[in-house]
């Protein structure tokens, strides 16, 4: 497994920008590959983005493609997600999910690590 503990949220205006972080602890972090989620209460965990344990491999969901940046950083530890043009639409819960096992990037069943989450809030 990849303990791993988010931060970065906040509350920002529509059209705003925030970073979230993802700090993975352990050894090996740059043999795994990582991913990017959120959550609103009562429905499904959505994957967003995925990066390789190089950083040389990145996937988007559809809906932040071209808003949101996913990237590592592998001597930290630590994994980003630039969020630019947020909208009220983005306020969730937002994760950071480790121990990628393959298999769809976006199907949370192929992560073992879970953070507690760190909230996003958009307001218009």
């Known amino acids: 497994q990849v303990p791993v503990v988010e931060s970065g949220g906040g509350s920002v205006q529509a059209g705003g920008s925030l970073r979230l972080s993802c700090i993975a602890s352990?050894?090996?972090?740059?043999?795994?590959?990582m991913g990017w989620f959120r959550q609103d209460p009562g429905k499904e965990r959505e994957g967003l983005s995925w990066?390789?344990?190089?950083?040389?491999?990145?996937f988007y969901a559809d809906s932040v493609k071209g808003r949101f940046t996913i990237s590592r950083d592998n001597a930290k530890n630590t994994i980003y997600l630039q969020m630019t043009t947020l909208t009220v639409e983005d306020t969730a819960m937002y994760y950071c999910?480790?121990?990628?096992?393959?298999?769809?990037?976006?199907?949370?069943?192929?992560?073992?690590?879970w953070g507690q989450g760190t909230q996003v809030t958009v307001s218009s």
């Open positions: 990066v390789s344990a190089d950083g040389g491999t990145k």
């Open positions: 352990g050894v090996n972090f740059d043999v795994h590959t």
């Open positions: 999910g480790g121990g990628f096992s393959g298999g769809r990037w976006n199907d949370v069943r192929r992560y073992k690590s």
